[in-house]
Antibody, heavy 120, light 107 residues
Framework: EVQLVESGGGLVQPGGSLRLSCAAS????????MSWVRQAPGKGLEWVAN????????YYVASVRGRFTISRDNAKNSLSLQMNSLRAEDTAVYYC?????????????WGQGTLVTVSS | ETTVTQSPAFMSATPGDKVNISCKAS??????MNWYQQKPGEAAIFIIQ???TLLPGIPPRFSGSGYGTDFTLTINNIESEDAAYYFC?????????FGQGTKVEIK
């Protein structure tokens, strides 16, 4: 069964930085688009970023563009999210998710999430 | 951006009930709607793709319907193990957007 395990969450001050990681296993990581999705406390889910198999093509939600960077290491089966200039509104559980292959039609597997809290 | 309005936010059901959860898109998204189930502390599970297709391994008491702007997740003869958070996702256009989610409690 596909496994996605996030790490790197924690408490950070406003304006600070944090790097999230997602370890992928039990599938051919290099063959899939991957994503980050987040859920703020008491709110619905929000797609954050997508990255293509080659790591070159990337897309971001407007609220994080210029502050967050998605990247991947296909040799290590790892997905990352570098988050800079963090704001209180970035407080959320961040999920790593695999994009449905071929049809690019949403997500088929998710991790359990890692909590990021931005607070002084 | 397509707004997805999901309702209800919370529902309480008795085992054996039929449960309907609605997602309404602010524009026509064909059948580009997925449904997911998430239990506390666990990874979300993909249960319905393209509005109506049940994923392998998902019990047949789950079904999806709808096209265009109105979509429904139905759980027939709900069981105690179906207590969870359910959410929908539209993937017709970017940014992909989610419904606000429905917490289903089993009495």
């Amino acid at each position: 069964e596909v496994q996605l395990v996030e790490s790197g969450g924690g408490l950070v001050q406003p304006g600070g930085s944090l790097r999230l990681s997602c370890a992928a296993s039990r599938f051919t990581f290099s063959s899939y688009w991957m994503s980050w999705v987040r859920q703020a406390p008491g709110k619905g889910l929000e797609w954050v970023a997508n990255i293509k198999q080659d790591g070159i093509e990337k897309y971001y939600v407007a609220s994080v563009r210029g502050r967050f960077t998605i990247s991947r290491d296909n040799a290590k089966n790892s997905l990352s999210l570098q988050m800079n200039s963090l704001r209180a509104e970035d407080t959320a559980v961040y999920y790593c998710a695999r994009v449905v292959s071929g049809t690019y039609a949403g997500f088929d597997y998710w991790g359990q999430g890692t909590l990021v809290t931005v607070s002084s | 951006e397509t707004t997805v309005t999901q309702s209800p936010a919370f529902m309480s059901a008795t085992p054996g009930d039929k449960v309907n959860i609605s997602c309404k898109a602010s524009q026509d998204i064909d059948d580009d709607m997925n449904w997911y189930q998430q239990k506390p502390g666990e990874a979300a599970i993909f249960i319905i793709q393209e509005a109506t297709t049940l994923l392998p391994g998902i019990p047949p008491r789950f079904s999806g319907s709808g096209y265009g702007t109105d979509f429904t997740l139905t759980i027939n003869n709900i069981e105690s193990e179906d207590a969870a958070y359910y959410f929908c996702l539209q993937h017709d256009n970017f940014p992909w957007t989610f419904g606000q989610g429905t917490k289903v409690e089993i009495k």
